[in-house]
T-cell receptor
Framework: GQNIDQPTEMTATEGAIVQINCTYQ??????LFWYQQHAGEAPTFLSY??LDGLEEKGRFSSFLSRSKGYSYLLLKELQMKDSASYLC??????????WGAGTKLIIKP | NAGVTQTPKFRILKIGQSMTLQCTQD?????MYWYRQDPGMGLKLIYY???????DKGEVPNGYNVSRSTTEDFPLRLELAAPSQTSVYFC?????????????FGPGTRLLVL
């Protein structure tokens, strides 16, 4: 079966750095996505990785290791507005997105 | 440019009732999707469409139907609502299926079946 695992919840302090991990087992791999979802809102796209390595976008970076079936999202200089759920999703061999349950990130002042 | 819009925002249904969730996008995307999101679970694909007149089942299609008569609209029909269909429903669209094409989501419809 196909499976995406992420921690259920993480807590971090404003101004700090947090790393959210994602491991996956899917039928094929056509890229990994990270989305942000604020409570009661729709998911919004953050990043895409298809090759191994680090992609940086401002305060957010995403890393991929295809051989390990592993990715992480790194958030730097945390702000209160970063309190949200972070969803990891993998495009499988049919180009369908398989979604993790999401990691709820709580930022404390 | 409104993106993806969904109506209604919230609905309460009685068991056995039917309803249609509306979804419209104005980005001229060929690909559209319906997901449901339950607490503590990942988004599950219900149905998707690769263009007007073409639809296909996703992971959890039972109890639902869709149609795609135009590029813009992709309504989701619930027949004989059941408590197990209580969920948040998201419609999404993308310009491509493959590669880095990300999906744009509507604001969601919260459905409660009692």
């Amino acid at each position: 079966g196909q499976n995406i695992d992420q921690p259920t919840e993480m807590t971090a302090t404003e101004g700090a750095i947090v790393q959210i991990n994602c491991t996956y087992q899917t039928s094929g791999f056509n890229g990994l996505f990270w989305y942000q979802q604020h409570a009661g809102e729709a998911p919004t796209f953050l990043s895409y990785n298809v090759l191994d390595g680090l992609e940086e976008k401002g305060r957010f970076s995403s890393f991929l290791s295809r051989s390990k079936g592993y990715s992480y999202l790194l958030l730097k200089e945390l702000q209160m507005k970063d309190s949200a759920s972070y969803l990891c999703a993998v495009k499988d061999s049919n180009y369908q997105l398989i979604w993790g349950a999401g990691t709820k990130l709580i930022i404390k002042p | 440019n409104a993106g993806v819009t969904q109506t209604p925002k919230f609905r309460i249904l009685k068991i056995g009732q039917s309803m249609t969730l509306q979804c419209t996008q104005d980005m001229n995307h060929n690909y559209m999707y319906w997901y449901r999101q339950d607490p503590g679970m990942g988004l599950k694909l219900i149905y998707y469409s690769v263009g007007a007149g073409i639809t296909d089942k996703g992971e959890v299609p039972n109890g639902y139907n869709v149609s795609r008569s135009t590029t813009e609209d992709f309504p989701l029909r619930l027949e004989l609502a059941a408590p197990s269909q209580t969920s948040v429903y998201f419609c999404a669209s993308s310009y491509d299926l493959a590669g880095s094409a990300d999906q744009y989501f509507g604001p969601g419809t919260r459905l409660l079946v009692l």
